[in-house]
C-alpha cells in the first residue's frame, strides 16, 4: 500500500518539479545582462576567502535583478564602485536613458571610463566623465550627473547614432578623429567586453 501511495504521489510531484524548473529558466533568460552578473559573481566567489566568512547580500541582488528583469543597472553599479568613481549611484538613471534614447547604456560606461577614469580624471565638480564639449576655448561642466548624463546620451544619440555611427570604430571617427591607431575604439571595446563579461 505505501509503494502504490508513492508511486501515486511520485508522478504529480516530478511533474511540479518539472514545470518550476522551466518557469525558472525562462525568468533566468527573460533578464538583461544576467549572464555577465553571474560570471562577475563566480569571479569574486573563487577569488575571495569564504572561510568563516558571513553570508553576502548578493543573493538579494541578483534576486532584485530577476525580478526587474534587467540585471544592467546592477551590473554598471558595481562596475562604478569597484572603480571607486564619482559616479556611484547613477547606474539606473543611465540604465532608464540610455533606454530612453535606444542607446547601449554600457557603451556609456565604456566611453567614460576611455574618456576620464569613470569621472576621476576630470576638473572638480564638472560631471562630466565623457569629454563631451571639451575644445580649445575650455571645457564643458554641468551642474550635476544627472545633467551630464542626459546630455551625453542624448547628444550621443542626436549627433553620432542618427547618422549611423553605433560602433566605437564609427563613433571615433567624428569623437576622437585624431587617435593614433584606433586606440579610442579599442580602448572603449575592452571596456564594453569586461561590462559584458562581467570580468573586470
Request: hydrophobic residues 40%; aromatic residues 12%.
Amino acid at each position: 500500500m505505501k509503494s502504490l501511495l508513492k508511486v501515486i504521489l511520485w508522478f504529480p510531484a516530478t511533474i511540479a518539479c518539472l514545470f518550476f524548473t522551466i518557469s525558472t529558466y525562462g525568468q533566468f533568460s527573460r533578464t538583461r545582462g544576467f549572464q555577465g552578473l553571474i560570471r562577475q559573481e563566480i569571479t569574486d566567489f573563487k577569488n575571495k576567502p569564504v572561510t568563516f566568512a558571513a553570508l553576502p547580500k548578493v543573493a538579494f541582488e541578483i534576486k532584485t535583478a530577476l525580478a526587474k528583469e534587467d540585471a544592467r543597472p546592477l551590473i554598471i553599479e558595481r562596475y562604478l564602485q569597484s572603480y571607486n568613481s564619482p559616479m556611484q549611484g547613477m547606474g539606473d538613471y543611465i540604465v532608464k536613458t540610455s533606454d530612453r534614447f535606444n542607446l547601449d547604456p554600457y557603451l556609456v560606461i565604456a566611453i567614460a571610463q576611455q574618456e576620464s577614469n569613470l569621472g576621476k580624471l576630470m576638473p572638480p565638480n564638472c560631471h562630466n566623465a565623457w569629454g563631451w564639449g571639451i575644445h580649445s576655448a575650455g571645457t564643458l561642466c554641468f551642474e550635476s550627473w544627472n545633467e551630464g548624463i542626459n546630455t551625453f546620451i542624448s547628444g550621443l544619440a542626436e549627433k553620432y547614432l542618427a547618422y549611423g555611427l553605433r560602433t566605437p570604430e564609427e563613433i571615433m571617427t567624428r569623437y576622437n578623429a585624431t587617435s593614433p591607431g584606433g586606440a579610442w575604439a579599442k580602448g572603449v571595446n575592452q571596456f564594453l567586453e569586461d561590462l559584458q563579461t562581467g570580468s573586470w
